[in-house]
């Protein structure tokens, strides 16, 4: 008989909150989606950032902060770009937030030209969709909680669910 205590979880949660959820064999990203969702940490507004890789089926990197600005947008593209080892996207598809451009041609270092053909901003049940489901289970999955208690509970909560997003998306490129 396996008994499950309280602290037996604490401990479990305390390690695999320094999971890594990215593979080190995994092919070079080309396409980024990117989007931002509306969540609450102790019944006060945060913003979680999402960028998503469509060949991989991975949450590459993802932010939360209290602010909606250039510096959030640029931070979690930083995230993405130090998760894929420097590889820069051939494409990133964004809602029309207008941190983005701005953010991208900080970050990714486009001159205008490639950024009028490689940054395409879509929403809604356009291009961006898929990461608008993935937004969608996230509040599917964290609101029975109604509101995180801390920041440092959000980060443990979104570490382990991107953790598990991208290892069941794996065993799902490997059924088919």
């Not at 898929?130 to 995180?148: C, M, Q």
Request: proline share 2%.
């Amino acid at each position: 008989m396996i008994r499950i205590s309280y602290e037996g979880i604490r401990k479990w949660v305390l390690i695999a909150r320094k999971l890594i959820f990215t593979d080190e064999n995994k092919i070079p990203t080309k396409t980024w989606h990117a989007d931002e969702t509306y969540i609450k940490i102790k019944g006060k507004g945060f913003w979680l950032w999402v960028v998503y890789c469509k060949e991989s089926k991975h949450v590459i990197a993802w932010y939360i902060s209290k602010t909606h600005l250039l510096k959030d947008a640029k931070t979690v593209l930083q995230k993405a770009i130090k998760q894929t080892q420097g590889v820069r996207p051939k494409k990133i598809i964004t809602d029309g937030l207008w941190q983005y451009p701005v953010a991208i041609k900080k970050v990714i270092g486009w001159n205008w030209r490639e950024q009028k053909k490689k940054h395409i901003i879509s929403s809604g049940i356009g291009l961006n969709a898929v990461l608008k489901r993935v937004n969608r289970e996230i509040k599917r999955r964290y609101k029975w909680f109604g509101s995180f208690q801390t920041q440092e509970t959000a980060d443990i909560f979104f570490n382990l669910f991107f953790y598990h997003f991208n290892k069941n998306q794996i065993n799902s490129l490997e059924l088919t």
